[in-house]
Each structure stands twice: as C-alpha cells, then as structure tokens.
C-alpha cells in the first residue's frame, strides 16, 4: 500500500509540474495569439474589443503572470480548457470531444488488437522455437523497425488511388454526417482500414518479439523443468506457468501503450488527414492555436501519467516481490 501511495504522490507532482509548463510555454513564445487572431480573420476591432479578447483567453493586462496561473487552475477544475483560436468561439473542450472518438477508436482498438495477436504469436514462437511461428521473426524484426508513417505511405501508394476501395484521407466519405446508421458506419470503417493496417502490423511485431524473448528466457527456469517432472501436459506448462510468468513486462508495456492512444499516432494521422486528436495537434500548431495545444497537451499528459500509474499497478497485482507493507 505504501508504494502505492509513493507512486500516487509522485504522478500527482509530475502532473501538477507538466500543468505548470503548459501554461508558462505558450506564454514564453514571441508573438501576441490575439493579434494572430485578428490578422488571421483580417479583422479591424476596437482597443476595447481587443482588450475584451485578451481577458477571454486569459491573458488580462490587468492581472499578473501569478493571477493568471490561478485563474488557469480555477479554470481547469471547472473543466474550462478556454476557447480555440482555430474554431473560434467554440471551446476547446468541444473540438477535443469532437476529434477524442476519432483517436481512441483507431489507435485504441488497434493496440489492444496487436496486444492479443502479438502476444499469442510469441508465446508459441518462444515455446516452440523452430517451428514456423518462429520462422516470422526477421520479418517481424524488420517491421518493428519500421515508423507507421513510412508504412502508411506505402499503403497508400500500393492500395489507395482512383477506383481504389480504400480511401488515402478522411474519416469518411464527404457530404455525411457523423451519426450511427447505416450510411456513415460503413464509412467510417472502410476509411480506418488502411490507417489502422499500418499501426496494427509495425506494433503487434514488438509484441512478438518481447514476448517470444520472455518465453524463450522463462523456459530455461527451474520451475519449468519441475512441471514438466510433475507429468503435466504441454498445454497447461506453457499457458499456466511459462507464459503466466513471462506476461508480466507485455502486461506493464501494454498498460504504458494506453497513455499513448490519446496521443494517437500523430504522423499517420496527418499522413491520412484522418480526424482523430494527433492531426488536430498538428492543425493548432500550424495555426498557432494555443489554447486548443494547451488543452491536447493536457490531455496527452494525463492519460500517460494514469496510464503509468495503471502500469504499476499491474506490477504489484502480477508480482508479490513488489508488494510493501
């Protein structure tokens, strides 16, 4: 309990640290985002309508860089993210709502996919080394090397085009409109396919491959030989007691691989302009939407720092040796 507590105390630092970066980064970029704003909308406004602007995105000339940081934090646990510069005057929390569904449905149902898939591949390449399961490590080897963008340009140039069933950008077909029928269903799915292709194929290969490493290790132990002595079948010896045991590094990285589905995986979707959180990022950073980075930012942050927090807990449910009183 009292690592738990330890860990607890630390994630909660290290959230209050990354929150406070959030809000003094933006701040210490040259320009003024207001004067963006405007000259972006090619806008002629009054002194007062500006000075109105600035205290809505919280940057008041009245209040110093100390006040401001109290409204942020007053602001945050109402659950105010401010309003994006981008989608003006929609909030921040809207448009990250919006593109949120996008990122985990992608990237979430892809990662737990090539957990399943990786991990039960490499449990029989590491139980039964020379077989053929074993015989796909160079390959998996190669495609673990290989970044999801670089794949994802490949699809598209090999399966997308004119006449293509695939489609190589969006989230669906143009003129839809996001709701759950049978029109934009089909949509939807048929423009993930290629997207999630290439997340599924370059991270189940790292699944195999430390899997299929833990097995090969976990059945050199004496524990192994022992059940093998006791006359208890293959079956029960490889899925009871070596894959239990060399489960455990797969199950802490795969607790750590969920922070990372918010994040998304930033270059395949800007590769295929699909709307999840990632090509958003990439849209505010472009139009220097501050508010919108700030409240991704956050988002990202808080998601891997549970997700580490996840990932120890599994540590001390999977392996007494880390429990303290």
Known sequence: MRFLLQRTAFYLFTAWAAITLNFFIPRLVPGDPVQSLISRNQGRISADAIESLRVLFGLDANENVWEQYLHYWGQLLHGDLGLSFTFFPAPVSTVIGDSLPWTVGLVGITTIISFLLGTALGVGAGWRRGSWVDGLLPATTFLSSIPYFWLGLVAIALFAGPGSFFPSSGGYEPGLVPAFDQYFIPSAIQHSILPAAT????????????????????????YITVAHAKGLSERRVALSYAAR????????????????????????????????????????VGAKDYPLMQGIFLIITISVLVANLLADVAYLLLDPRTRKS
């Open 199 to 222: 997340i599924l194929v370059s991270s189940m290969s790292g699944w195999i491959l430390s899997m299929r490493n833990m097995m090969v290790t976990v059945s050199s132990e004496d």
């Open 245 to 284: 045991n060399a489960l455990l590094p797969n199950v802490s990285g795969f607790a750590l691989s969920l922070g990372f589905i918010v994040g998304g995986t930033l270059l395949v979707e800007i590769v295929f302009s699909y709307p999840g959180l990632g090509y958003q990022l990439f849209q505010a």
